[in-house]
């Protein structure tokens, strides 16, 4: 990997012509969401791992490089196996990052996070993967950004 490119643990999914991240151990919900979110419409970057590349002032999300032509476009469904979906094979400049957490542990009005990738800030919010409204308040806040979301400009 060159210093512009780092290759992470996660699942990247395309929001539109967006990338958004899905980050948290194996088990906490990150492919149980996607695969809301894709039956919803979205398409699949990359399932487990992703590769960033910085691309002047921004972050692109894509397949890894050296990701096997057998696993590109599937995901890991737990208790189907390893299933095709709906894909994009390009590369999406990254506009959120969704930490995988527990409801419990989820502020009501949280302060803004970033993450810094490559040297540059990409906005982080938590979610419940599991709750019932975890895809639309993913897509709402796609759709807003967060500089419309109170606390966050």
Same mark, same amino acid.
């Given at each position: 990997m060159? !210093?512009? $490119? #780092?290759?992470?643990? *996660?699942?990247?999914?395309?929001?539109? /012509?967006e990338?958004? &991240?899905? %980050?948290?151990?194996?088990?906490?919900?990150?492919?149980?969401? !996607?695969? $809301? #979110?894709?039956?919803? *419409?979205?398409?699949?970057?990359?399932? /487990?791992?992703?590769? &960033?590349? %910085?691309?002047?002032?921004?972050?692109?999300?894509?397949?890894? !490089?050296?990701?096997?032509?057998?696993?590109?476009?599937?995901?890991?469904?737990?208790?189907?196996?390893?299933?095709?979906?709906?894909?994009?094979?390009?590369?999406?400049?990254?506009?959120?990052?969704?930490d995988?957490?527990?409801?419990?542990?989820?502020e009501?009005?949280?302060?803004?996070?970033?993450?810094?990738?490559?040297?540059?800030?990409?906005?982080v919010?938590?979610?419940?993967?599991?709750?019932p409204?975890?895809?639309?308040?993913?897509?709402?806040?796609?759709?807003?950004?967060?500089?419309?979301?109170?606390?966050?400009?």
């Open positions: 060159t !210093a512009s $490119r #780092l290759r992470i643990d *996660g699942v990247a999914v395309a929001i539109g /012509e990338a958004v &991240l899905l %980050r948290g151990k194996p088990g906490s919900g990150r492919s149980d969401l !996607a695969l $809301r #979110l894709i039956d919803e *419409g979205a398409r699949l970057i990359s399932d /487990e791992q992703v590769e &960033l590349e %910085r691309r002047g002032d921004s972050v692109f999300a894509m397949v890894p !490089a050296l990701m096997p032509q057998h696993l590109i476009g599937r995901i890991e469904a737990r208790g189907l196996g390893i299933v095709p979906v709906p894909h994009v094979s390009v590369a999406l400049p990254l506009s959120w990052v969704f995988m957490m527990p409801w419990p542990e989820i009501r009005m949280p302060a803004a996070e970033q993450a810094d990738y490559l040297g540059v800030a990409v906005p919010l938590k979610l419940d993967p599991f709750g409204s975890a895809a639309a308040k993913l897509r709402l806040a796609v759709k807003c950004g967060p500089n419309l979301i109170m606390g966050r400009s």
